[in-house]
């Protein structure tokens, strides 16, 4: 059973954007944080922006300004709209879900497989 599958990305120009999307079963969306991480080839998996219960969301440096987390609880689905893009932004980007609203690894129990982003130069 897959509860978390994302969708929405694709090729852009460098200073894009796009749309991320992840469906979750409605007890993924309403029983855990929900948030995105990415993974570029050959490096770790990074936590890019997390979305507590309360509607606080957090970012990491580089997606602050220019990325914002947001759900949409009729559709239980969250999202990451991104702007100003950059090639350093191309990877693969997963939707995680934890019980924990903190952009660690650690912190997610639950992975989607993922939607390749690439940003040409």
């Known amino acids: 059973q897959v509860d978390l599958v994302e969708s929405g990305g694709g090729s852009v120009p460098d200073g894009g954007s796009l749309r991320l999307a992840c469906t979750a079963s409605?007890?993924?969306?309403?029983?855990?944080?929900l948030a995105w991480f990415r993974q570029a080839p050959g490096k770790d998996r990074e936590g890019v922006a997390v979305?507590?219960?309360?509607?606080?969301?957090t970012y990491s440096d580089s997606a602050k300004g220019r990325f914002t987390i947001s759900k949409d609880g009729d559709k239980n689905a969250l999202y990451l709209d991104m702007t100003d893009l950059t090639p350093g932004d191309s990877a693969v980007y997963i939707c995680?879900?934890?019980?924990?609203?903190?952009?660690?690894?650690?912190?997610?129990?639950?992975w989607g497989q993922g939607t390749q982003v690439t940003v040409d130069s």
């Open positions: 409605k007890y993924f969306y309403t029983t855990f944080r």
């Open positions: 995680a879900a934890g019980p924990m609203a903190v952009l660690s690894q650690a912190a997610f129990w639950y």
């Open positions: 979305l507590d219960n309360d509607g606080t969301a």
